[in-house]
Structure formats: structure tokens, C-alpha cells
């Protein structure tokens, strides 16, 4: 069984109940911003939060332009001021959005490679322009129309450059949804121009029942490492399961579980799953990784792990910190990092990106053993 796991076949909202409320109390008080910056940690709803939005306005238009006759439904929601965010499969524009076709949304994210099976990084700026022309139309079916882009931290200078100069000169009944894991990716100017949403992660419950519904996991075991993983973030939980991301997890707590011994040879392991044709995102999801390994090692360090994700991760963190201070966390984090973001913006050498970070675990783990007197 396949299960379609894009943020449009979403079928259940989740969470977010506060950030629902305002977007609804704008959308019936008749103040509803032309573009709103959904910001958040990367996997948490924001997306989905998008096209619940955008199926539920979309709807209002058909009715509209049908007779409302047809949707007392949709009349009924009106009346109480909530805007129904579930899928109705029997619903046609529902079914139109989740696959991409519905004639006044305009989707813009980043494209899968057929060449090198990965996703590709930038947005070019002419997917961006393509929002102009598509808010220069007739609605097609009589009211809103919506843009969403997924997400601004795909986008370069000349891309963000574009979308300001669509937000200058926003046209009446348009509607763009951006989205953002990362604030310093975006212009203050666009900010400025924008109605901002922030969301935070969501608790245990709502991620473990999110993760169960878009993956069908092997055992109740995968199922807690997985959801430890996610840290809050179901998308993220997604995205790792589907990616190869266990066994790279696992592979990186091997290669800190050897500290005392860095080389250059314990990277095999790692660059073969990283290549693997399972993982879409290539080396990007080491990033994530990292940062999720190097987090919980910090909160171990201050004894606030209360679950661990295997017996081996502990022993490895253990281990990792008697060989690093925690001061050394966010600076190794930020090499790792650029390191990371450079091969991915560049498509740099894998492997060569990986000995880089090797180099540097080695040369912090030299100088603390030089600072201990060893």
C-alpha cells in the first residue's frame, strides 16, 4: 500500500488550532491579508496549513460561482465563522488541488531531478515570475486565486528579488501563502509585506498520530525512534522515514561512537546511504541529522534526555562528549552546516564534503586534547 504523502493529499488537519483561528477571524471579518508568511521550524504544518487554507477558500469560489444553493455546507461554515480544513474525497476541487490542477491555485516548489533522482535546491526565479502572470487571469472559476510557495529558503537573490516586486503591486482577490523554516532567509522588505504566522512545534501526541497516519512504520519500535526524531516535526518524520534516514541515523551514531579513532574510512558507511537511491534529499539530510544528533548529545550533557533513541545512541553520545566540550556544540554545528549548504548550493563532491567535516571533528577533538593536557 502506497500512501501519498505531499502536504496537498493531507486528509485530517492536526494541531495549530491558535494560528487557525486568526487566519479564520481575518478571512470573515473581510481582512484578509494578500500574503501571509507561515515561519516554523521545517515539518511542522505550515505547507498543510497552506493547502487546507486554500482548499476551503477555493470551495467558497465554486459555490459562488455555482449558487449557493448547492453548499449550504459552505454557507453553514460562514455563518459560524470555521473554515473546515479536512478533505472531502467526494469534494472535486479537493481532489483538483491535491493533484495539482485546479486552475486558480498556483503551486511553485522545488522540482525532482529525473537525472540525479534528487530534489533540486534553488527555485529559478522563472517559476517565481510565473506568479505574475498567473494573478494577472481571470479566476477560473470566479473568485480567490492562490499562489503558494513552498518555500522561501529555496529561493536565491534574483528569486526573492522577483517575489518583492509581485508583493509591491498585490492584484484584488489574490492570495500568497510563503513559507519559511529559516527567518534569515527572508527579505525584510517581503516581510514587511507580509501578514506574518508563526508555528510551533507540535506536542508528542499530534506528531505520533500524524506520523501514523502518512507512514506505515514496521514495529512500535521504529515507530518511537521515528517519532524521537521528529522532535515535533511529522514532515520531518516523514521525510527521514521515507529517505533512508534511520539507517543513516545509525550510521552517524557509528561514526561519533568512534571518536577516539576519526578517519577517513569511517565514512563509507555514510556516503553509501546518503547515495542510495531511497534518499531523494542527498547529503541535506545529513544536515538534519547532525543537527538532531548534536542537539540531543547537548541535552544529555544537561540530563534532559528522557528517551533515548537506541542503546547504541546513548553509549555514542556518551562517548562524543568526553571528547568535546559542550561550548564546542554550536560552533561545530555552524562548520558542519556551511560545510553542508555550500555542497548542496554548488553540488560539490559528496564525499569530499563529508572528509571536510571529518577534518574538522579531528582538529577540534586535537585542540581539546591539547587545552586537557594530553
Known sequence: ?????????????????????????????????????????????????????????????????????????????????????????????????????????????????????QIKEIIPVDRVRQIESFFSMTSGEGGWRIAIIDSLDNLNQHGSNALLKI??????????????????????????????????????????????????????????????????????????????????????????????EIDIKNIDPLLRDITNKKNMFGIKIISILITIYLNRAFRRSLKLIKLDISKTEKESQENFLQYFNIADIPSLWENISTHINLSLRYNLDKKQTLIAIIDKLKNLKKNNEVLKGN
Open 167 to 260: 508583493l509591491e503591486e498585490p492584484p484584488k482577490k489574490c492570495l500568497i501563502f510563503l513559507i519559511s523554516s529559516n527567518k534569515s532567509n527572508v527579505l525584510d522588505t517581503i516581510r514587511s509585506r507580509s501578514r506574518i504566522l508563526k508555528f510551533s512545534e507540535l506536542n508528542h501526541v499530534d506528531t505520533k498520530l500524524i506520523i501514523q497516519k502518512n507512514i506505515i512504520v514496521q514495529n512500535e519500535l521504529e515507530l518511537q525512534k521515528v517519532n524521537l526524531l521528529a522532535e515535533g516535526s511529522p514532515g520531518k518524520a516523514i521525510m527521514l522515514y521515507n529517505n533512508n534516514g534511520l539507517n543513516i541515523y545509525d550510521a552517524l551514531i557509528d561514526l561519533f561512537n568512534k571518536t577516539n
Open 1 to 117: 500500500m502506497t500512501i501519498k504523502i505531499h502536504p496537498r493529499y493531507t486528509k485530517e488537519f492536526i494541531g495549530h488550532n491558535k494560528e487557525k483561528k486568526i487566519f479564520e477571524d481575518s478571512y470573515f471579518n473581510n481582512s484578509l491579508q494578500h500574503c501571509w508568511l507561515l515561519e516554523g521550524s521545517h515539518g511542522i504544518g505550515k505547507a498543510t496549513f497552506a493547502y487546507c487554507a486554500a482548499r476551503s477558500i477555493l470551495s467558497f469560489n465554486k459555490s459562488h460561482s455555482e449558487g449557493l444553493s448547492l453548499f449550504n455546507d459552505l454557507e453553514d461554515q460562514k455563518k459560524i465563522n470555521i473554515l473546515d480544513f479536512n478533505y472531502d474525497l467526494n469534494n472535486s476541487i479537493h481532489n483538483r488541488i491535491s493533484e495539482n490542477t485546479h486552475s486558480d491555485l498556483k503551486i511553485i516548489e522545488p522540482l525532482y531531478d529525473q537525472k540525479t533522482t
